[in-house]
């Protein structure tokens, strides 16, 4: 038996929706939206072998923290955002999230 089990579906629907809520009080652009962070924040949850003792705390740490490494790619490329993009660049960057994505992941 794993914590995840343990977990009230009122318990999971709080958490989702302060991981949207989290996400929208950040104010960067990035080439994701906050439903995006949101989503990878709670699949991030689920990957946790032992339950965090602070779950609010630790979802405004995990959205945090991919925001700040999105900025940093955005960064590295330029600060260049979608709209400057090539189609080529575009179709990679798409590539490069879509293979960090964990749910992808076998």
Do not use: C
């Not at 946790?48 to 925001?67: M, S, V």
Request: glycine share 4%; no cysteine; charged share 30%.
């Amino acid at each position: 038996m794993t914590w995840h089990s343990e977990v009230t579906p009122a318990e999971w629907d709080e958490w989702q929706k302060l991981a949207r809520k989290l996400s929208k009080s950040k104010k960067q652009a990035t080439s994701l939206g906050p439903e995006d962070y949101a989503s990878q924040a709670i699949e991030k949850l689920l990957q946790q072998e032992n339950r965090p003792a602070n779950i609010e705390g630790w979802l405004a740490l995990t959205i945090k923290r991919q925001y700040m490494d999105r900025f940093k790619k955005i960064q590295a490329r330029g600060g260049a955002s979608n709209r400057d993009l090539t189609d080529e660049q575009w179709e990679m960057e798409m590539v490069s999230h879509a293979v960090r994505s964990p749910s992808l992941m076998i």
